[in-house]
């Protein structure tokens, strides 16, 4: 079992930088694929980027990639969503996931654990 708890949402201006952490609990953290999904208003949940367990490996969005980068700390249990270049269109509850072991998908689908979500909003 593995618990996930977001933070460092907020709300900044476009162009701003952001950037959020995800917590977990349980000893085998590194076993796991480590996702960052978003999900604005009325709109389905979607894929953002995903860490492979040693945080070797990362796979963005297209509309993220070059804006955003995710990494890992395996050490203190913790993976994070660098954003940078905000847009307004990122604006949106943001959520870790985790997969035990390797995979490359932004299905969400295929994720395990989900954390409960922080608010991000970019203002125009």
């Known amino acids: 079992q593995v618990q996930l708890v977001e933070s460092g949402g907020g709300l900044v201006e476009a162009g701003g930088s952001l950037r959020l952490s995800c917590a977990a609990s349980g000893r085998t953290f590194s076993s796991y694929t480590m996702g960052w999904f978003r999900q604005a208003p009325g709109k389905e949940r979607e894929f953002v980027t995903t860490i492979s367990p040693s945080g070797t490996r990362t796979f963005y969005a297209v509309s993220v990639k070059g804006r955003f980068t995710g990494s890992r700390d395996n050490a203190k249990n913790t993976v994070f969503l660098q954003m940078n270049s905000l847009k307004p269109e990122d604006t949106a509850v943001y959520y870790c996931?985790?997969?035990?072991?390797?995979?490359?998908?932004?299905?969400?689908?295929?994720?395990?654990?989900w954390g409960q979500g922080t608010q991000v909003t970019v203002s125009s």
């Open positions: 996931a985790a997969k035990q072991g390797m995979t490359t998908s932004g299905n969400s689908g295929y994720y395990d654990y």
